[in-house]
């Protein structure tokens, strides 16, 4: 398995990439008062196989116990510390255009312990504007957010003519997690991760199975009719 497919603890990128789903079903049943679930009532609720959630957990030595399944509380313990949620990460978005301010509101980083502790931005004419209860910082703050405030994510907001050099004075100050939302693809050094979330890309692959949806019921409606 190559070293770009897995991550330092040998759980594969696609595991990882599940585990939130997995978690956030938990977190759901725990509301509900759910003390175990079986392999097959977790899949279904987080939308995979049972054979594939088997096979996900089992990276992190969790494998049920048969005819009871997982303890709820204490599997969500262990996603929790598998993905690094048991501290908190400080969260730095750059761009205050409308999606950066958008994602100032969000209050869910803060639900899930990410910390946002600064808005930046090149603009000099939106400094000191107050976005969400913050005040937009300028990029130059950046080495010392990393030294004084620990900042570990940088969330990249911005057009995409402006994201690699966001990234770059993101990476140069010390950030070696990225989370990109400007439709761009970044290069960055060995050591630093980026992922990407491109919602036009999104919605095309939404568009195609659209499409799939739609010439399958008039197929059937032809069929019918014939």
């Known amino acids: 398995m190559s070293d770009a497919a897995t991550t ?3 759980i594969p990128e696609a595991s990882v990439a ?7 079903a938990l977190t759901t049943l725990a509301g509900h008062g759910v003390i175990s679930v079986s392999s097959e009532e977790l899949a279904n609720a987080a939308g995979v196989s049972s054979a594939m959630l088997r096979k ?3 990276h992190l030595g969790s494998y049920g116990v048969r005819g009871v399944g997982y303890d709820v509380e204490r599997l969500a313990a262990e996603i929790t510390a598998a993905l690094g949620l048991t501290r908190e990460w400080p969260v730095a978005i750059v761009g205050m255009g409308n999606l950066g301010r ?5 209050r869910g980083f803060e639900e899930r312990g990410f910390e946002v502790v600064a808005l930046l931005d090149g603009d000099r004419r939106l400094l000191g504007e107050d976005v969400a209860g913050r005040p937009v910082r300028p990029m130059s703050d950046l080495p010392g957010l990393v030294a004084d405030e620990g900042l570990a994510i940088g969330v990249i907001a911005t057009p995409s003519s402006g994201a690699q050099d966001a990234c770059d004075r993101l990476v140069a100050a010390g950030v070696r997690s990225v989370l990109n939302f400007a439709p761009a693809v970044l290069a960055v050094p060995d050591g630093v991760v980026v ?3 491109d919602l036009s890309t999104e919605l095309q692959i939404l568009a195609f199975h659209g499409q799939r949806v739609a010439a399958a019921a008039a197929a059937t409606t032809s069929e019918v009719v014939a």
């Open 8 to 10: 330092r603890r040998g």
């Open 56 to 58: 996900d957990l089992s």
């Open 195 to 197: 992922r990407n979330v």
């Open 18 to 24: 599940r585990l939130p789903g997995y978690l956030r």
């Open 102 to 106: 958008a994602l100032a509101a969000y």
